[in-house]
């Protein structure tokens, strides 16, 4: 079955970095296009990066463009995230997704940004 398995998050002070890797099994991963999303406390969920599925194409979110990187390796069934020049407005619970026949989300994984 399709798993979607996020890691790396932490906490870090502002002006930070971390890198979030999600771990993708059950399906054809060079096939998709990958997504991060990401929900902070009291908000909606919403979109902070994409990838297509050769890793050619990238969108971002306009709050994380220029900060946020988002990549993947088709080897290694794995699409990153990296997080730089941290900020307190990042705190968040940050999930990986895939839509294939239907949306597949992962668990999540918290980043803290706080001083």
């Known amino acids: 079955q399709v798993q979607l398995v996020e890691s790396g998050g932490g906490s870090v002070q502002p002006g930070g970095s971390l890198r979030l890797s999600c771990l993708a099994s059950?399906?054809?991963?060079?096939?998709?296009?990958m997504t991060w999303y990401r929900q902070a406390p009291g908000k909606e969920r919403e979109l902070v990066a994409s990838v297509s599925a050769f890793g050619d194409n990238t969108n971002y979110a306009d709050s994380i463009r220029g900060r946020f990187t988002i990549s993947r390796d088709n080897a290694k069934n794995t699409v990153y995230l990296q997080l730089n020049s941290l900020r307190p407005e990042d705190t968040a619970v940050y999930y990986c997704?895939?839509?294939?026949?239907?949306?597949?989300w992962g668990k999540g994984t918290l980043v803290t940004v706080s001083s």
């Open positions: 059950g399906f054809t991963f060079n096939g998709y296009p």
């Open positions: 997704h895939a839509f294939l026949d239907k949306d597949y």
